[in-house]
């Protein structure tokens, strides 16, 4: 069984009376421990295609299987209790809760699962220390630079256990040597924790850390290749 | 469960970040519960005053006066003719099973005098049932006796309003006093009754046996002859009963039959009372009402303000959503605001009511009682409209689509 399976998935957005086909006929499979870059120009499609495996949406036509789960039957809450156990967002803006501290953007998510506070705190130091955050515990984000702000919000990403995580353009508001640094804890997280990483970008360079590379155009793979060096 | 803790700790986050907005907000809840503790606590004050007044006057209580005359086809006032006697209360003391106490008046305004003082002041002859009919007790000595009734002796009971005036801070026991130039020996003092709901110092006045007052200081046109009967009935379910026993009682006595017009009246005088207390009541209950519709004004003032805090925190939603928040962690986080605002100022809201009671009371002088059941309603109340104009906010960002959350800008 793979860890993420979509069968022929479509989505069509309705705006009035004008149908978009945002995706159609996408069909992969990911295992467990994969890093896949998803490129393709925008409006082609990978924006869509990654909110559906968020759990963020649902296709319209088509069957997507996370961990052997049917997406389709599930209602609001228990999408989100799956987001919650499953997947970690990482996104380009960072999406940090403002005037909250660093330590209480990283424990959101086990606010959620009811995680009891103390064990709570724990987990979140352990997640930022990992992340080489020591010490910025108490921060707002706005005190803290880009790099160290999308740091925290992989350490929010990964602090539940979640086996994949999603970053949607991480390195699109750092500068070169940041998004390196980024780019390497990716890196480090897939082969040494084995987590399955699902990156969009649309820059090459980026893709390059990846070990497979999907290419969209007009809602549709046109590339799947896979790469032997990381 | 959802963790209350740390909700609550982002709701007063949220609310601590937007001071003054919060501070405005909670202003319409603050006036709203203000307004309704010291619109009900004038309400009940006026309307306690009002019920001390009935009992000040004796509870269950009915008035005999004696019908009008008529001299040459012109019609007098009741009470003109004098057609009640000793012997019509003895009997309905007597006959009438719902009555408990009865105590015949005659009265007048006369001159009193004690060494060089004097004043001018209402003698009451009656009889020692009394004190029962207008529950009062005496601060100092003894009432008078059935046995000082019978030997029509000189003595009397002196109303506070007759000792300050003639006494001063003097003891009165055993003092003589002149009533129309006749000593009267004063027995006891009679305690501080106040004002009676017509606005009469009901302290003005002296006591004395009914057959002194008949013999001695008013004289009769016919023997035994009174001016009123008061009578107290045993509980107020048999006023009604006790009125009626009286007039069969009377009509009897009086040989007047069912077509002749009656030569006496009687007045109720709990039921005039409770109708004004109703009255009061209601007063109460409408200032009350219209408190209450500035509380709802806050409300709908919180409605506002949580429906531009979600919109403001449309991408914070989305964030919470994507790491994992139920619909309702979403609601509760928001309620949890509204509610935490509206309590709040509705604490805030009952001290200033307080206070602007107490002030009313200690400045313009109106009677205000703080009700702890005003009190908890209004807070209560408050609790429940930061629930109510919170809900549809907080239901609102729970229907929030993430991506379109996630993105919104």
């Known amino acids: ?75 609001r809450d228990e999408l989100a209790e799956l987001r919650n156990k499953k997947i970690g967002f990482v996104f380009q803006n960072f999406n940090l809760l403002p005037r909250t501290t660093a330590l209480e953007n990283v424990e959101l998510p086990m606010l959620y699962n009811r995680t009891p506070a103390k064990e709570r705190k724990t987990k979140a130091l352990n997640a930022l220390k990992m992340l080489g955050l020591e010490g910025k515990e108490k921060y707002y984000p706005n005190q803290l630079s880009g790099g160290q702000q999308q740091r925290i919000a992989i350490a929010r990403a990964l602090v539940n256990g979640a086996p994949i995580l999603l970053a949607d353009e991480p390195t699109g508001n750092l500068d070169t040597k940041t998004s390196t640094e980024i780019m390497e804890i990716f890196t480090r997280l897939n082969e040494e924790s084995g987590i399955t990483i699902f990156l969009v970008t649309h820059e090459p360079d980026i893709a390059n850390y990846s070990k497979r590379i999907i290419r969209f155009l007009d809602g549709r793979i046109i590339s799947d290749e896979r790469r032997s060096n990381g | 469960m959802v963790d209350i803790n740390s909700t609550l700790k982002i709701s007063l986050r949220a609310l601590k970040v937007n001071k003054m907005r919060s501070i405005l907000t909670m202003l319409g809840i603050i006036i709203g519960v203000g307004a309704v503790i010291t619109m009900v606590a004038i309400g009940s004050g006026a309307s306690e005053r009002i019920s001390e007044q009935i009992s000040s006057i004796g509870s269950n209580l009915l008035i005999i006066l004696p019908g009008a005359t008529t001299s040459g086809g012109v019609r007098l006032g009741a009470g003109t003719q004098s057609t009640l006697t000793l012997d019509d209360a003895e009997a309905i003391q007597k006959e009438c099973p719902s009555v408990s106490d009865v105590a015949p008046v005659l009265n007048g305004i006369t001159q009193v005098v004690y060494g060089n003082q004097n004043w001018s002041t209402t003698v009451v002859g009656t009889t020692p049932s009394m004190l029962n009919v207008r529950d009062w007790n005496l601060s100092s000595g003894k009432p008078f006796t059935e046995q000082d009734v019978k030997s029509a002796t000189k003595v009397c009971l002196l109303g506070q309003t007759v000792v300050d005036n003639l006494f001063g801070d003097l003891d009165t026991t055993n003092q003589i006093i002149r009533i129309k130039k006749i000593p009267f020996t004063v027995i006891g003092v009679l305690e501080r009754k106040g004002q009676s709901p017509v606005g009469q110092d009901q302290d003005d006045t002296i006591y004395v046996p009914i057959t002194t007052a008949q013999k001695k200081l008013f004289g009769t046109h016919i023997p035994g002859m009174v001016r009123n009967i008061m009578v107290k009935a045993n509980s107020i379910e048999d006023l009604q009963k006790a009125e009626e026993q009286i007039t069969a009682l009377l009509k009897q006595r009086h040989h007047i039959s069912q077509k002749q017009e009656n030569d006496f009246t009687i007045r109720n005088l709990t039921q005039m009372m409770e109708a004004q207390e109703q009255s009061s009541r209601v007063m109460t209950l409408l200032l009350g009402a219209i408190a209450s519709v500035s509380l709802i004004v806050g409300g709908i003032g919180i409605m506002n303000i949580m429906l531009v805090s979600v919109t403001e925190r449309t991408r914070e939603i989305g964030v919470r959503m994507a790491v994992g928040a139920k619909m309702w962690d979403i609601r509760l986080q928001f309620l949890i605001e509204s509610i935490t605002l509206s309590l709040i100022g509705g604490i805030i809201g009952i001290i200033i009511g307080i206070s602007t009671s107490k002030l009313l009371s200690y400045f313009v002088g109106l009677p205000v009682i703080i009700s702890i059941y005003s009190i908890f309603i209004a807070f209560a109340f408050s609790g429940l409209v930061g629930i109510f104009f919170g809900f549809y906010p907080a239901y609102k960002a729970s229907l929030l689509n993430p991506i379109d959350a996630l993105r919104y800008e």
Request: with cysteine; charged share 25%; glycine share 10%.
């Open chain 1, 1 to 75: 069984m793979s860890l993420i399976e979509t069968k022929q998935i479509t989505k069509i957005y309705k705006l009035g009376e004008i149908e978009l086909t945002a995706i159609s006929d996408v069909s992969i499979k990911v295992e467990k421990g994969e890093f896949v870059a998803i490129m393709g120009p925008s409006g082609s499609g990978k924006t869509t295609f990654m909110n559906i495996i968020g759990c963020l949406d649902k296709p319209t036509n088509g069957k997507y299987l996370l961990d052997g789960i049917d997406v389709e039957t599930l209602n």
